[in-house]
């Protein structure tokens, strides 16, 4: 299994500021993808990240709020520009390797408050 | 498009007896996975148990077992001999078969929250 470390764990920040959270992987992967999970909710895709390109967004979510980075097959980022208190919620990294079998995994997330 | 549905919201077992999580999915691609995860309190994501669309058995890891039925497109998780540590909120989840467009794509059901009593 891939090893996935995020950065930070959680944060609380105020209403209108921004947080990049950092997502590496212990090992080289073909994809990743960033979810959200409200609370109380279950997990909703925001996008894939490409390595080399712009990110593929799910409808409902764009890039001038979410801008992500993926400079490499083991590194990426999620931006959460401009924050409100609808911002609140649990993000998480996801890896899967489209060359192996059915291996998909998560980070430990990153637990975000806006204030 | 397609579409995750766990019904039951919540569910109790005894310590060390068995329990059933409902999973019914719905999509048109011949060719998918289903997956099963759990999310205690700490928030992250434990993958348990993957099943492919053309695998012929059950999917089992350990205490876990995936009732595959496809005909029906249902796809229960049995937890046996639970455990105290067991209880936490559990996602079913859906992916579309390698080479399609959405390949990776995880499409996850509303969660069940299982509490085990001692």
């Known amino acids: 299994s891939a090893v996935i470390s995020q950065k930070p764990s959680r944060d609380i920040c105020q209403r209108g500021t921004s947080l990049t959270i950092q997502c590496q992987v212990d090992s080289q992967v073909t994809m990743m993808f960033w979810y959200r999970q409200q609370p109380g909710q279950s997990l909703t895709l925001i996008a894939t990240a490409n390595q080399g390109s712009e990110a593929t967004y799910e409808s409902g979510f764009v890039i001038d709020k979410f801008p992500i980075s993926r400079p490499n097959l083991t590194f990426s980022t999620l931006t959460v520009s401009n924050m409100s208190p609808e911002d609140s919620s649990i993000y998480l990294c996801?890896?899967?390797?489209?060359?192996?079998?059915?291996?998909?995994?998560f980070g430990p997330g990153t637990r975000l408050t806006v204030t | 498009a397609q579409k995750i549905t766990q019904t039951q919201p919540g569910m109790f077992v005894q310590e060390k007896e068995a329990v059933t999580l409902d999973c019914t999915y719905d999509t048109s691609d011949p060719s998918y996975g289903l997956f099963w995860y759990k999310q205690p309190s700490s928030g992250e994501m434990i993958f348990l148990i993957y099943?492919?669309?053309?695998?012929?058995q059950n999917a089992t890891e350990g205490r876990y077992s995936l009732n595959f039925q496809k005909a029906r497109k249902s796809a229960n998780l049995v937890i046996s001999a639970s455990q105290l540590g067991d209880s936490a909120m559990y996602f079913c989840a859906m992916r579309e078969g390698p080479g399609g467009t959405s390949y990776g794509k995880l499409t996850f059901g509303q969660g069940t929250i299982l509490t085990v009593h001692p």
């Open positions: 099943q492919g669309s053309y695998d012929q």
């Open positions: 996801s890896v899967a390797r489209t060359s192996d079998s059915y291996e998909q995994y």
